[in-house]
């Protein structure tokens, strides 16, 4: 019997949580080191780590990053993360809205706005449902129904391989890109699912108008490796599949490219948001690290980030750094490009 995305997406939220799913990403940050600054001149309760993104400001440079919608848990989920980010001030993307645009009933679980009226929201959909004669119609829709101020497309072509039933023609998918971002009334930013975005990508999607990339690299939730769990009980050849965070960061940045880029994926704490800023990115997506906290309060998403907040702060106290604007000059020990 074909599975239905309901039943999906529930095996999504309880695999997703496994240790076993995640790939080290340890290796890959450790090749970024601050050169520590035993001097600060700096009090650490007065450093900023405000920052502008989509018109609002930010007072950290994080992005709760897609995750889940559509069913009761992630209804619950996304009011927790919702509230959170407002109160905190840290911007908040939807997981794939594909669902509400086959089931209106579902709509409602993206519709967040009154939990966060003061925070960039960002609606989600897959590359593969542009595709079509109304794909770009119901990526539209995705920005109606969630009030958003970018909309995300993600592309996760080794997700969609490895699924069953999943979508394998992708033929004609940088032509739809090219009409949404020719259509759409707010930014249309472009996303990974875990196993990154590399240069080559990167060249193809500035080129045709594409203003922000978010590398979602490897090294952190592996999505070969969550559809291998659903089916069989080993490690799939492709758990490690894909470009890291930092490499992707790193190499995209040195194209010189108009292009801004979040960095995400395997992203554990504020040091490893901070490395990422140092190497080129304006934001810092985070979705694993949240989801166990999602499901259960909104305190616990809050005391999540407070505490991505303290490593931040103290990274920057570290290195002489009184706005994020300091720190992406803080000296490194160790040069990334060089991995
Ligand atoms: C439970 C779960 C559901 C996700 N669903 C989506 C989704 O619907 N759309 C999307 O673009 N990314 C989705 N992702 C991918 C994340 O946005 C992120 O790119 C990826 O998990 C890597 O970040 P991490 O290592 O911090 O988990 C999901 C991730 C998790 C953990």
Known sequence: MP???????????????????????????????????????????EISCDSDFLGYRLSLPIIISS??????????????????????????????????????????????RRYAPNIPILSNLGAAQ??????????????????????????????EAVQQGGD???????????????????????KEVGHGIGPSTAKVLSEIGIEWLDVAGSGGTS????????THGDESIFADWGIDTVTAVTKISELGLPLSLIA????RNGLHVAKCLRIGASL???????????????????????????????????????????LTRAPLLKDPTRI
């Not at 394998?168 to 472009?190: E, F, H, K, N, Y």
């Not at 995400?264 to 992203?267: C, K, L, R, T, V």
Request: overall charge negative; aromatic content about 6%.
């Open 3 to 45: 599975e239905t995305i309901e039943t999906r997406k529930s095996d999504h939220l309880v695999i997703a949580a496994k240790e076993s799913v995640q790939r080290p990403a340890l290796s890959t940050f450790d090749s970024v080191r601050f050169e520590p600054y035993a001097i600060p001149d700096l009090n650490m309760d």
């Open 67 to 112: 995750m889940s919608g559509g069913i009761a848990q992630a209804d619950r989920m996304n009011i927790h993360l919702a509230e959170a980010a407002e109160t905190i001030g840290v911007a908040f993307s939807l997981g794939s809205m594909r669902i509400a645009l086959e089931d209106h009933g579902q709509a409602k679980s993206f519709q967040l």
């Open 130 to 159: 542009l595709r079509g004669p109304s794909g770009v119609d119901s990526a539209l829709r995705c920005i109606e129904i969630a009030e958003a101020d970018a909309l995300y497309i993600h592309l996760n072509p080794m997700q």
């Open 168 to 190: 394998r023609d992708w033929r004609g998918i940088v032509d739809a890109l090219t009409q949404l971002c020719a259509r759409s009334p707010v930014p249309v930013m472009v």
């Open 223 to 230: 999505w070969a490796q969550i559809e291998h769990d659903r």
């Open 264 to 267: 995400s994926g395997g992203i």
């Open 284 to 326: 810092a997506g985070i979705a694993k690290p949240l989801l166990a906290p999602a499901l259960t309060s909104t305190n616990n998403v809050i005391d999540t980030l407070r505490q991505f907040e303290f490593e931040l702060r103290t990274t920057m106290f570290c290195t002489n750094s009184g706005t994020l604007r300091e």
